[in-house]
């Protein structure tokens, strides 16, 4: 089967650093995903992991530890704007590659 | 214009009328996905098309029929509608590469009275 978990809900402070953990397991690794969503809106891609590591792109970073089923997206600088809901998502080569997403993490930015 | 469009966008129905949702997309994608979500649940796959010919049931099929009509448009009917079917639903396409991530269409907020 597959499950993943995130935390349901986060608040930050405006500038600060926030980091959104997610552990998965699945049974044909083949990716994991980060998505932002604003409420009412559609998901937008954030980042990919296939391998160990980080993967920075400007003021959001993710990592992905393939041995312990961990990532996490980490968020420098926040502004207001970041409040939104991150979804982790995992792409899984046994089920026909299909994306499966976790519930998604409410981050609530505090003036 | 949009990669990946949807209508109607929002839609008010009562209980047992049949409903279509409607998705298009330029990208020139193969697969398509229908999504539905429910607050407090993520997003939950209901059908996916890796073509034209190609037809898959999600965790939520029940109480679903989709049709592929073309590459390009993958439709969601709700043959009786029923209120627990109320949610927010989204198309999403993606290409074939291992790190190609999905694209979503805005979604369609059904309402089942």
């Known amino acids: 089967g597959q499950n993943i978990d995130q935390p349901t809900e986060m608040t930050a402070t405006e500038g600060a650093i926030v980091q959104i953990n997610c552990t998965y397991q699945t049974s044909g690794f083949n990716g994991l995903f980060w998505y932002q969503q604003h409420a009412g809106e559609a998901p937008t891609f954030l980042s990919y992991?296939?391998?160990?590591g980080l993967e920075e792109k400007g003021r959001f970073s993710s990592f992905l530890s393939r041995s312990k089923g961990y990532s996490y997206l980490l968020l420098k600088e926040l502004q207001m704007k970041d409040s939104a809901s991150y979804l982790c998502a995992v792409r899984d080569a046994n089920r026909d590659d299909k994306i499966i997403f976790g519930k998604g993490t409410r981050l609530h930015i505090l003036p | 214009d949009a990669d990946v469009t949807q209508t109607p966008r929002n839609r008010i129905t009562k209980t047992g009328k049949r409903i279509m949702l409607e998705c298009s997309q330029t990208?020139?994608?193969?697969?398509m996905y229908w999504y539905r979500q429910d607050p407090g649940l993520g997003l939950r796959l209901i059908y996916y098309?890796?073509?034209?010919?190609?037809?898959n049931k999600g965790e939520i099929s029940d109480g679903y029929s989709v049709s592929r009509q073309a590459q390009a448009k993958f439709s969601l009917s709700l043959e009786s509608a029923i209120p627990n079917q109320t949610a927010l639903y989204f198309c999403?396409?993606?290409?074939?590469?291992?790190?190609?991530?999905?694209?979503f269409g805005p979604g369609t907020r059904l309402l089942v009275l």
């Open positions: 098309s890796f073509d034209v010919k190609d037809i």
């Open positions: 992991n296939v391998l160990d």
């Open positions: 990208k020139g994608h193969d697969r």
């Open positions: 999403a396409t993606s290409g074939l590469a291992g790190g190609e991530t999905q694209y």
